[in-house]
């Protein structure tokens, strides 16, 4: 009798709990509905395009052509491999310039203001984040007008005060990449320096003073008691960061529009990376399947990438208590 009891209020309990999973369903279903909608079958149908011919010439009759595009974009003997290698290793170069400097920028800003008798460091942190504040269009956008050849105020100034030529920041191809450079690395080193700050902060003081009892100079201090810890705090930051400007439409498309032109490349121009390229070929040139190749080769390499480095620098690593 009892084992029958027991049995019937297992089954009570089982049934309780398929109700309560149908309620979890049934309040999660919106926000599952909407993440497939949006963001998964989209990203299914961008890889199906990619092994197609869908363009303006086949717009209602296109067909799979399987890895033709692929072969295109890689093989180096074919003329469409322009659109793609040169793209890669320019995407890669701005990439890691834009993520290192921007680093090492707010971890010296980061060291400044982490000067306890600097009376004024609240004031100046305030200021230091206002790039970080402003939203990023308007601030591309400001920056293209200072940097216009013509008008612009950084000309006018480098002009004007210390009588240098005026620099074409935008018409210039080593100017142009220079210039979208460092308005990213103007418009990230914020988010690097609020990072650093709080990694120093957390530094234990009897390191220091620990280190100042053994005669420690401060570069000796900063190498071996402020760097070691700001760095393992900061790494698992550094890799979507990485991430992040590799696919940085804005800064790119923004402040040159891609441009100065190629004229080994009739699609994109100097300062193009791989996801204005994407852009380009699928809204500008109506080539959606390379467009979706494009963007199905950087999906994978921004994954290879950052799994690399997660794996070699052992960020994102459990550590036992």
Same mark, same amino acid.
């Given at each position: 009798?009892?084992?029958?009891?027991?049995?019937?209020?297992?089954?009570?309990?089982?049934?309780?709990?398929?109700?309560?999973?149908?309620?979890?369903?049934?309040?999660?279903?919106?926000?599952?509905?909407?993440?497939?909608?949006?963001?998964?079958?989209?990203?299914?149908?961008?890889?199906?395009?990619?092994?197609?011919?869908?363009?303006?010439?086949?717009?209602?009759?296109?067909?799979?052509?399987?890895?033709?595009?692929?072969?295109?974009?890689?093989?180096?003997?074919?003329?469409?491999?322009?659109?793609?290698?040169?793209?890669?290793? !320019?995407?890669?170069?701005?990439? @890691?310039?834009?993520?290192?400097?921007? $680093?090492?920028?707010?971890? %010296?800003? *980061?060291?400044? =203001?982490?000067?306890?008798?600097?009376?004024?460091?609240?004031?100046?942190?305030?200021?230091?984040?206002?790039?970080?504040?402003?939203?990023?269009?308007?601030?591309?956008?400001?920056?293209?007008?200072?940097?216009?050849?013509?008008?612009?105020?950084?000309?006018?100034?480098?002009?004007?005060?210390?009588?240098?030529?005026?620099?074409?920041?935008?018409?210039?191809?080593?100017?142009?990449?220079?210039?979208?450079?460092?308005?990213?690395?103007?418009?990230?080193?914020?988010?690097?320096?609020?990072?650093?700050?709080?990694?120093?902060?957390?530094?234990?003081?009897?390191?220091?003073?620990?280190?100042?009892?053994?005669?420690?100079?401060?570069?000796?201090?900063?190498?071996?008691?402020?760097?070691?810890?700001? !760095?393992?705090?900061?790494?698992? @930051?550094?890799?979507?960061?990485?991430? $992040?400007?590799?696919?940085? %439409?804005? *800064?790119?498309? =923004?402040?040159t529009g891609g441009g100065p032109p190629n004229s080994n490349n009739p699609f994109l121009g100097q300062t193009d990376i791989l996801a204005t390229a994407a852009y380009k070929m699928t809204l500008t040139f109506n080539r959606y399947d390379l467009g979706a190749t494009i963007s199905v080769l950087l999906f994978i390499l921004v994954a290879l990438i950052s799994w690399?480095?997660?794996?070699?620098?052992?960020?994102?690593?459990?550590?036992?208590?």
């Amino acid at each position: 009798m009892a084992t029958v009891m027991e049995m019937r209020r297992s089954h009570g309990r089982e049934r309780a709990k398929r109700r309560v999973d149908w309620i979890a369903y049934g309040y999660l279903s919106p926000a599952l509905v909407t993440i497939c909608v949006l963001s998964i079958l989209p990203i299914f149908y961008t890889i199906y395009i990619s092994f197609t011919d869908f363009n303006q010439m086949h717009f209602l009759s296109y067909q799979f052509v399987g890895l033709k595009n692929y072969e295109e974009l890689l093989n180096p003997h074919d003329p469409l491999s322009n659109l793609f290698l040169p793209t890669f290793i !320019w995407t890669l170069v701005y990439a @890691l310039c834009t993520t290192a400097l921007a $680093y090492l920028v707010g971890l %010296f800003l *980061a060291v400044l =203001l982490n000067n306890k008798h600097m009376r004024e460091r609240t004031l100046y942190r305030m200021l230091l984040i206002v790039p970080w504040a402003v939203p990023n269009l308007i601030s591309m956008l400001a920056w293209q007008g200072l940097l216009n050849d013509q008008y612009g105020q950084i000309n006018a100034l480098l002009h004007g005060v210390f009588g240098l030529p005026r620099i074409p920041w935008l018409t210039s191809a080593l100017w142009a990449r220079i210039a979208v450079i460092m308005v990213n690395v103007w418009a990230g080193f914020p988010y690097m320096m609020t990072v650093c700050l709080g990694a120093l902060q957390s530094i234990p003081t009897d390191q220091y003073e620990a280190a100042e009892i053994d005669g420690a100079n401060w570069w000796q201090v900063f190498r071996y008691v402020t760097m070691p810890s700001v !760095w393992r705090i900061s790494l698992p @930051l550094l890799i979507p960061s990485f991430s $992040y400007n590799f696919n940085n %439409f804005n *800064a790119s498309y =923004l402040l040159t529009g891609g441009g100065p032109p190629n004229s080994n490349n009739p699609f994109l121009g100097q300062t193009d990376i791989l996801a204005t390229a994407a852009y380009k070929m699928t809204l500008t040139f109506n080539r959606y399947d390379l467009g979706a190749t494009i963007s199905v080769l950087l999906f994978i390499l921004v994954a290879l990438i950052s799994w690399v480095q997660m794996r070699y620098t052992g960020a994102f690593k459990e550590v036992d208590a």
